[in-house]
C-alpha cells in the first residue's frame, strides 16, 4: 500500500512446475508444496480467473471496544485443493492439519506481497496490518481446503467512525467471493454496531469486454481489475 492506495501485484499464473509456454520461469513464489506454484510471467498470464474462493471473516475487537484484526477462513475450489492435498494423507483419508503446516506456513508467507487480499480503512486513510497469527490449513470429508489465519492490525481501530474493509485480489487471479450465509461476523463487538455488506456495481460494458477479452487472449483485464467485483463491509458502532 502506497500512498493510500493499494499497490496491485505483478501478473501471475498458476503452473505446475516451473516453465510456461516452454520458457523457465524464475523467480518462482511457491504457493504449495505439491508443484502449485504462482509465477512472475514474462509472458502472458492465462485467462483470469485461476483459483477460487468463498470466503467468510470475523472482525475482533478488544475488551475497550476497539478492532484488532480480521480473521480469514476461505475455502478453495475442488481443483486447488486436489492440488494441495495431492501426496497428503494415509489409506485414502484427509490429510491432518499437522500434514498440511507447511503448505499453510508457505501460503500465509507468499500473501505478505500482496497485503494478504486485505483492504481496511477509516475514511480516506487505509490502515495497516501485522504478520498473521494462528494460521491453519485444514480439509473436509471431501478433500476441499480452507485457509484460515488471523490478520491482526498494527494499531487497535475505533469502530465509532464507518470501518470499511474488502477482500479481493487486484489482478483478479484470484476470486474472492464471501459466503451467501454468515459472510462476516463480529466477535466481541461492543452492543449498538451495525454492519453491512455492499455488492460492487456491475461492470460497465467496457470492463464486461476487458474481462472477456481476458479468456480469449490470455491477457490479465486490466490492473486493479479486481476492486470493480469486490464487496465492501462497512461497519460502525456508538
Not at 66 to 71: D, K, P
Not at 104 to 114: H, P
Given at each position: 500500500m502506497t500512498g493510500g492506495r493499494i499497490v496491485a501485484p505483478r501478473v501471475w499464473t498458476t503452473v505446475l512446475g516451473s516453465t510456461v509456454l516452454g520458457t523457465t520461469v524464475l523467480g518462482t513464489t511457491?504457493?504449495?508444496t505439491t508443484g502449485l506454484v504462482l509465477a512472475g510471467l514474462s509472458a502472458p498470464a492465462l485467462a483470469h480467473p485461476h483459483v477460487w474462493v468463498a470466503a467468510r471473516e470475523e472482525i475482533l475487537f478488544d475488551p475497550q471496544g476497539?478492532?484488532?484484526?480480521?480473521?480469514h477462513i476461505w475455502t478453495f475450489d475442488e481443483m486447488y485443493s486436489a492440488f494441495a492435498v495431492q501426496g497428503l494423507g494415509k489409506d485414502g483419508k484427509p490429510p491432518t492439519r499437522e500434514e498440511m503446516?507447511?503448505?499453510?506456513?508457505?501460503?500465509?508467507?507468499?500473501?505478505?506481497?500482496?497485503?494478504y487480499f486485505t483492504a481496511a480503512k477509516t475514511?480516506?486513510?487505509?490502515?495497516?496490518?501485522?504478520?498473521?497469527t494462528d494460521y491453519w490449513l485444514e480439509t473436509d470429508a471431501n478433500k476441499i481446503v480452507t485457509l484460515r489465519f488471523t490478520l491482526p492490525l498494527k494499531n487497535p481501530v475505533s469502530a465509532r467512525k464507518p470501518f470499511t474493509f474488502m477482500v479481493y485480489d487486484p489482478t483478479y487471479f484470484v476470486d474472492i467471493e464471501l459466503e451467501k450465509q454468515d459472510p462476516?461476523?463480529?466477535?466481541?463487538?461492543p452492543s449498538g454496531c451495525s454492519m453491512s455488506t455492499i455488492k460492487p456495481e456491475p461492470l460497465t460494458g467496457s470492463d464486461q469486454s476487458k474481462l472477456s477479452e481476458s479468456y480469449l487472449s490470455g491477457l490479465a483485464p486490466g490492473q486493479d481489475f479486481g476492486i470493480k467485483l469486490a464487496t465492501r463491509t462497512l461497519l460502525a458502532c456508538p
Open positions: 511457491v504457493l504449495g476497539e478492532i484488532t484484526a480480521i480473521r503446516a507447511p503448505l499453510a506456513k508457505t501460503n500465509v508467507e507468499s500473501l505478505a506481497e500482496f497485503q475514511g480516506p486513510k487505509y490502515h495497516e496490518f501485522g504478520e498473521p462476516v461476523v463480529l466477535k466481541n463487538a
